[in-house]
């Protein structure tokens, strides 16, 4: 399979993310219309995609004030597509984009059993003891 980088989704490829959300339980509950405004005010979006028939394959987004901070959200890779190097290939691309390849840290939250992965990526647990809060509406 031929694998194609893009910054933008088509129409398609913006459903096939819906669809890759709703298989997580972790963004299960995304409406068609949120996914939209989001994708709006993102500063950075990453997919992978199959280059012969345009299927989303993997995707992340980053949000940046483009010196200090980046924070990856999203990263998601289909299900029959884990393990394949994907998600590296991603984050790959988010560290070496000329808009973030100067910033002083990149940031993400995930699972328990997904910080060792995260680890192998060069992220460190615990950033100097900060705690997450969080406020929901």
């Known amino acids: 399979m031929e694998l194609e980088d893009i910054d933008e989704l088509s129409a398609e490829q913006r459903s096939q993310l819906l669809a890759l959300y709703h ?3 972790w963004s299960r509950t995304r409406s068609p219309v949120d996914v939209e ?3 709006a ?3 950075h979006v990453f997919g992978v995609c199959d280059a012969a028939t345009d299927r989303l394959l993997g995707f ?3 949000l940046s004030d483009h ?8 990263v998601i890779v289909a299900p029959d597509q884990r393990g394949t190097g994907l998600g590296k290939r991603l984050l790959d691309r988010i560290f070496a984009h000329p808009d973030l390849c100067g910033v002083q840290s990149f940031e993400l939250y995930c699972l328990p059993e997904m910080a060792a992965y ?3 990526l060069g ?3 615990g950033a100097g ?8 509406n």
């Open 23 to 25: 298989g997580e339980w």
């Open 41 to 43: 005010h993102t500063s």
């Open 67 to 74: 010196a200090y901070k980046a924070l990856i959200f999203d």
């Open 129 to 136: 003891g900060l705690v997450l809060m969080r406020r929901e």
């Open 118 to 120: 995260y680890e192998c």
């Open 123 to 125: 992220f460190t647990r």
């Open 60 to 62: 992340a987004r980053v």
């Open 37 to 39: 405004r989001m994708l």
